[in-house]
């Protein structure tokens, strides 16, 4: 009579054996191949992940993917998330790709003066997100809470960045990985001069997208920021145009003359101080730029149509150098 042991032994020998023989007839599929993506959900079973590969014709042979599950034991192991076979992989390249959790990873670049709609719509163009769920949750008190970010949404507090991302991520995990990578990146080195400034940070990240909207001159911004602190402590109207737009929601459009009269709490024709929040995420440049600006007496400003302004102290030369650009600009 064979005892326990042997009968063990032999088991495991039949279960090598047979382990063995799958592998041998294991092969990719055909060579008519085209790059497949799979999405394997948080929670699948190796049941299911097996059924979602086979599915999708990435398994020639779904038995020998689950004989490798079964005999190394990673059943539970498997990673989530989305997957791309550019080529036709074996069942072992199949099982070694989720066990190492070698997901698709997008290549997503914030541009600096991007707003939350801007960046819902990048992310929403690749699949990463639906827009309005981003939204909505960037403008969740408990998200907010949870992140430490002080106004009513999450603009002004993304970093403007290139960042790594997975489908796999919620809208809460991709506003979690811009919002530390904003304090990481500012927060340490300028901590102690937001204190000094007398602004809350909240204030000052909406100075610095004011900054963001009004110049990409990063030699000009020093002074834009010093025109909004002069304008501030006058108790004058910022008279800025980004902010009339971002309360109307009409990006990329011209403003008129009564959307410069259309009452909003960014309208800051209307209202005297600064707006209730940023009106977009700015870079390093903007942010500097609102924590020092330039020794100036300058109050107004006017764009040369070039991208760059002039910058003027006094009312008159301003209409002045408004006058000239207009005529400059209706001539081109």
């Not at 592998?23 to 191949?33: A, E, I, R, V």
């Not at 042979?61 to 076979?85: A, C, D, N, Q, W």
């Not at 008190?141 to 796999?168: H, N, Q």
């Not at 009106?279 to 149509?305: E, K």
């Amino acid at each position: 009579m064979y005892s326990q042991k042997f009968k063990v032994a032999l088991v495991l020998l039949l279960g090598m054996a047979s382990l063995f023989a799958f592998l041998l007839m294991d092969t990719p599929p055909s060579k008519d191949w085209q790059m497949a993506k799979v999405v394997i959900p948080k929670g699948s079973t190796s049941s299911e992940v097996a059924r979602l590969l086979a599915e999708r014709k990435v398994l020639q042979h779904p038995l020998v993917f689950r004989m490798l599950i079964l005999g190394s034991m990673t059943g539970k192991r498997l990673k989530f998330g989305e997957y791309s076979f550019p080529t036709p992989p074996s069942a072992v390249e199949a099982w070694k790709k989720l066990f190492r959790g070698e997901v698709t990873r997008y290549s997503v670049t914030i541009p600096e003066g991007s707003n939350l709609y801007d960046i819902a719509k990048i992310l929403g163009g690749i699949e990463l997100v639906d827009p309005e769920k981003f939204l909505e949750t960037a403008a969740s008190p408990e998200v907010l809470r949870r992140l430490g970010i002080p106004g009513a949404t999450s603009e002004g507090f993304l970093f403007p960045d290139t960042y790594l991302l997975e489908k796999s991520m919620s809208p809460e995990d991709i506003l979690e990985v811009m919002a530390r990578r904003f304090r990481r990146k500012i927060l340490p080195e300028w901590e102690g001069r937001v204190r000094e400034t007398g602004f809350s940070l909240l204030q000052l990240v909406t100075i610095a997208s004011i900054i963001e909207k009004e110049t990409g001159v990063d030699e000009e911004k020093p002074f834009v920021s010093a025109v909004i602190r002069k304008r501030l402590s006058l108790g004058m109207p910022l008279q800025m145009d980004p902010t009339v737009i971002y309360g109307l929601k009409r990006f990329g459009e011209e403003l008129t003359k009564k959307d410069l009269q259309t009452p909003s709490p960014y309208n800051s024709y209307l209202n005297r101080g600064l707006p209730p929040g940023p009106i977009a995420n700015p870079g390093i440049s903007a942010i500097q730029a609102a924590l020092f600006p330039a020794d100036s007496d300058y109050l107004y400003f006017v764009s040369r149509n070039d991208g760059s302004h002039k910058f003027s102290r006094t009312l008159q030369e301003h209409n002045r150098g408004v006058a000239s650009y207009r005529k400059e600009k209706t001539v081109d």
